[in-house]
C-alpha cells in the first residue's frame, strides 16, 4: 500500500514538506493505543534468532532507525511501532539551530538516493530531552550528539560535553558524529589527534556516572584506508564501544543523472543505493583490520533484505534504515526481518 498509494502522494511534496507531512501522519494515527496496535499487527515481526544483545543492551531485532530522520525526538514511540529494534534521535545540539538554507533536501528517484544538506537543524539537545522524559515504550533510544555551526572546532568538545550530560539519563546509547558533511569544518574532527582527544573526554565523564553507557562513532564512507586504520587504532586507545559505519558521502558515483543536473542541486550529502557498496566495503575492512574487536552498526543503502544481509555477512552486528525506509515503507522492516530469521 505504501509504494502503490502514499509513496507517490508524498513525492508530489517538496522533500522537506513531505517529511513534515509524515511526522503530522504519525502524530495522528501512531499516537494513540489502537493505531499502534494496528502498526505491530502489520509491521511487527518477532522471533528469538532475532534478539541481539550488544552493548550491554538487547534488541528485539536488529533493525534501527537512522539519525536524521526524528531529529527532534518528536516521534520514537510511534516509529518503535513500525517494527524497528531501536531508534536514534538527533543529531541534537547544545543550541537549537534552523540549519542551512533552503531548499536543503533533494530526491534522486531514478537512483532511490537522496542529496541533503540539512546542517543539523534541531531545536537544541534540552527540548529533546522533555520529550525523551515521557517515554512510554521500551523501545532502545540512541543519542546522535553533534556541535553547533557557530562553535569553533577548539571548543567542540563543550558542546559534545553538554549534549551528552544533557541526554545522560534519557537515551540508552550515544553516538559521536563528527562525519555529517553540512556542518562547516566539522569533518576536520575525525582526524586521529582531536576525535582521540574528544572521545577520551566524553569516555572520562562516562566512567564517572554510576553506570556508564555504551558511546558509538560515526564515520563517514570517504575515508581512506589508511583513515579508516587511524579509526581502528582510536577505538583501541579510547575504548569507545562500537563505530557506525557510515554516513552520507560527498562522493557523486555512480548516479544516473548528468552532471549538470547535480551540480544545480549542489553540495550536500548523498544516501540510499548509491552508497550501498561504499558502507559495506568499509564495514568489511573495519571487521577484518580489527580482528572483529568491536560492534559495527551498519547503515547505508539498506533497500532489501538482501542489502541488509550483505551488510551483516560483511560484519555488520546492527542495521539502520533511513533512505530505504523513505523509498521502501515500513514493510521493509519486516521483510528483513523474516530473510535474517531464515539464514
Known sequence: MYKLFIKPLLFKFNPEKAHHLVFALIGIFLSNPIGRAISRLIFNYSHSKLEKKLFGLTFKNPIGLAAGLDKDAKAFDEL?????????????????????????????????????????????????????????????????????????????????????????????????????????????????????????????????????KPILLKIAPDLTNSQLDDIIDIVRLTRIDGIVATNTTIAREPLSYSKAEIEAIGMGGLSGKPLTKRSTEVIKYLKTHSNNSFPIIGVGGIHSPKDAIEKIQAGADLIQLYTGFIYEGPSLIKQINKALVKL
Open 80 to 212: 518503535g511501532a513500525l517494527g524497528f529494534g531501536f531508534i536514534e534521535i538527533g543529531t541534537l545540539t547544545p543550541k537549537a539551530q534552523s540549519g542551512n538554507d533552503k531548499p536543503r533536501l533533494f530526491r534522486l528517484p531514478n537512483d532511490h538516493a537522496l542529496i541533503n544538506r540539512m546542517g543539523f537543524n534541531n531545536e537544541g539537545v534540552d527540548a529533546a530531552v522533555l520529550k525523551l522524559k515521557k517515554k512510554k515504550t521500551n523501545i532502545i533510544i540512541g543519542g546522535n550528539i553533534g556541535k553547533n555551526k557557530i562553535t569553533p572546532n577548539e571548543l567542540a568538545t563543550q558542546d559534545y560535553e553538554y549534549c551528552f550530560n544533557a541526554l545522560f539519563d534519557v537515551v540508552d546509547y550515544f553516538v559521536v558524529n563528527v562525519s555529517s558533511p553540512n556542518t562547516p569544518n566539522l569533518r576536520e574532527l575525525q582526524d586521529k589527534q582531536p576525535l582521540t582527544d574528544l572521545l577520551n573526554h566524553l569516555q572520562n565523564i562516562n566512567n564517572k556516572k554510576q553506570k556508564r
